[in-house]
């Protein structure tokens, strides 16, 4: 699939998948754009529910699932593919936001 055209791979927790993360993937619209939901136990949903959230949005053309060691099979060292991945800076947003939910409680 990833060998025809022009392809973003988009690698990502998106716990929870917020507005501004769904703004910054559609700024990522050059080809086709390839969405990889991470699994990981410590998040706030599972990655099932995670990847019909992300399938949902227009600017995503397919949506993978994938642990943190299996998703760089997916896309990585193929000459048509740019890979996104901020992991850390993610994590640190899903922190924020679940620091936000629980200071107004």
């Known amino acids: ?13 998106f716990d929870p998948l917020t507005a501004s993360q769904a703004r910054r993937i ?8 390839l969405v990889v939901v991470l699994e990981n136990p410590d998040t706030l949903m599972p990655a ?38 901020n992991l850390e800076e993610e994590k640190r947003r899903s922190q924020d936001f679940i620091d936000l939910v629980a200071s107004r409680q």
């Open 1 to 13: 699939m990833l060998d025809n055209g022009i392809w973003t791979v988009i690698v990502g927790l």
């Open 48 to 85: 099932n529910a995670r990847s019909h959230l992300v399938a949902a949005l227009r600017s995503v053309d397919f949506v993978a699932e994938a642990t943190e060691q299996e998703w760089h099979s997916i896309a990585v060292g193929n000459k048509n593919v740019e890979v996104i991945d």
């Open 26 to 33: 559609e700024t990522y619209k050059r080809g086709g754009i």
